[in-house]
């Protein structure tokens, strides 16, 4: 295990109507959907965005999710995701995550999800330098 | 504009809890999926997986969708999609959709989608012989 | 029919992962998701949220969907919704939509939905003075 | 703990396009969607539909949730999902899942999800007498 990285990205924006159920509060399933988007806003923080990995023929592939909710979110709450690399392999890293009202800073769920890299034919392959990095810097 | 074929697909199922929203009906945009799940079952009861297509090196975009909503679904209601082709062209044809409870036979939404058929690489291109069937015979 | 009203809301934000499909590109459903969060948009941006009407006993419900592809979106693309009230009546209304790239200003889709206003107990109703000031003011 | 019942509940389906993302793949979130499903035919399936828990002022909220992934999933795979109550408590449960390629039987993702019974002002309650029967017979 690598070092690990205190890089934390934040994204922040308002919950979409569709993202509510008959319960009146985000679909349990829309966290995951959060934390790609945190994921997407890390890489393109880092100044490294995910598509040009995609493009250098590697894929990040999700192997685990955990979600753990305290508190739902509801339509147009403006709601802040916090991501950051809990751990650091060579095939693979874990992200970590926290779901909070953006005004109050309440927490309303945490999570992680574990990542292999991949190539576009399926292979396990060695984290490209480029995200190496993300562990170390 | 060639010859409508009369055949009719259905596809029966239960609405599914994420698939509602805090109004406590099916989300308006779930019915944009079912339409394309009828268009799956109508591949598949013809004969021809839309993954064959794919597999050909084609697919069929979808260039616009009209949907029109009479009655909501709710939760877990049985509900029927039934869908035929409305018109058929050289390089693209039109579904037309029809939601009903499968118990009642009470029509809830109706709509069409049009398509046209293009190559991986995003050249619109003449519907290959065993989809232009779909519109003779 | 009522005045129309040019005010024109935008939002902008990037294309998710989750909203692409196997052919690498925004899955269709989802212009109809964004069309609600331009709405959402409009509804802030006029200083009026969504949620207040819905607090005082009201429901604009989607009676019809219109959306015509011009252009894919595609993974990460930053993507501007427009909005604006084409039709204003009694008891709903017409928005209008169109969605660009944000830094080329191409268009890649447009669209309209039909409105009616309902109480929560689903009965067609009069719309609320501060939503009719939409088509006026 | 309380005794743990053995009766598995088994949906099969077929993979909807909407569900794939631009790796070819079902996306990852579709798992929750349709562990979800699972539960609602297990409920079914054992003669008590959800959806009467929620009349008689119910709610089964989520508390956790867990996916391994195995393997991918792909458009019109017929896919079966199996669900069973793993652990039975006063005011909660955990069901686990086993999502497998219909045909080979070959599994495909695991998980589990735990879920506390709240009432529909959002207040803790012990299991109605239905539920806590699905533990012991």
Known sequence: ?????PFVAETT??????????MGIVHHSCYIVYFEEARSAYSRQRGRPYSEFQHLGYYLTVTEVNVRYAKPAVYDQQITVRVWIAEMK????????????????ETLVTGYTKHVCITHDGKVAVLPALWREWGTS
Chains 1, 2, 3, 4 share one sequence.
């Not at 924006?13 to 008959?22: G, I, L």
């Open 13 to 22: 924006f308002n919950v979409r109507y569709a993202e509510t159920d008959m």
């Open 90 to 105: 060579s095939r693979g890293m874990t992200f970590q995550y926290e779901v909070v009202d953006t005004k109050t800073g």
């Open 1 to 5: 295990m690598a070092s690990v990285n």
